[in-house]
Each structure stands twice: as structure tokens, then as C-alpha cells.
């Protein structure tokens, strides 16, 4: 479907969807989120702690620095790109905003 097209009733299949078949993290709930997958993927079970630890240097840095980011620009909710870029993604704010809630129970 285009942007056009989308209407309520995809928001709901996605939230239905999300809900169901997914463990979501956020990428500003970084270390929180690795953790959950942890649990979900059952690394303990399957790595020695000396392994996860060096893949958790390799890719949060030695000291919790995120060596696997990037760097973007802020833009606030109160910034007209974002009020223009919000508008055109109306749905998909809505999904962000229901992904949030999930991540919190």
C-alpha cells in the first residue's frame, strides 16, 4: 500500500502483529533492550560469560561507550521538520507511540 492508503485497520494488524511475534528494544533503551533480547535468546544458556563479554566490549565499548552507533541530529518535537515528517507518517508515529507502551510492561 502506499502512504495514501494506509488507514487504522493497518495500524491495528501491526500493533496485533508487533504485540504477537515480537521482542522490541529501543534504541534509546539500548543496554536495557540488549539485555531482554538476552533473556529471550537464551545467550546464557548457549555462550560462556567470558564470550558475551567480549562481544558486549566489541560492541558497547569496554566502559558501556555504543561502539555499533551512529550519531544522528536531535530534532524535537517542537521543530518544524519534525511536525512535517510526523504528519506524513501519521500511522507510523502511532505504532512508535504504542511500541513505547510495550517496551514498558
Known amino acids: 500500500k502506499t502512504v495514501k492508503e494506509v488507514d487504522e485497520a ?5 500493533k ?3 504485540a504477537q511475534r515480537f521482542i522490541v528494544g529501543l534504541s534509546e533503551e539500548y543496554d536495557e533492550s540488549l539485555r531482554r533480547f ?3 535468546l537464551n545467550f546464557k544458556a548457549k555462550t ?3 564470550d558475551r563479554k567480549r562481544c ?4 558497547l565499548g569496554a566502559h558501556g561507550e555504543k561502539m555499533n552507533s551512529n550519531s544522528h541530529p536531535k530534532i524535537t518535537e517542537t521543530k518544524q521538520a519534525f511536525k512535517i515528517i510526523a504528519k506524513h507518517n501519521f ?11 510495550l517496551f514498558d510492561e
Do not use: P
Open 38 to 40: 538476552g533473556i529471550m
Open 10 to 14: 493497518d495500524l491495528q494488524v501491526a
Open 56 to 59: 558486549y566490549d566489541k560492541y
Open 48 to 50: 560462556t560469560a567470558q
Open 91 to 101: 500511522f507510523d508515529m502511532q505504532l512508535y507511540d504504542y511500541i513505547l507502551k
Open 16 to 18: 496485533r502483529t508487533i
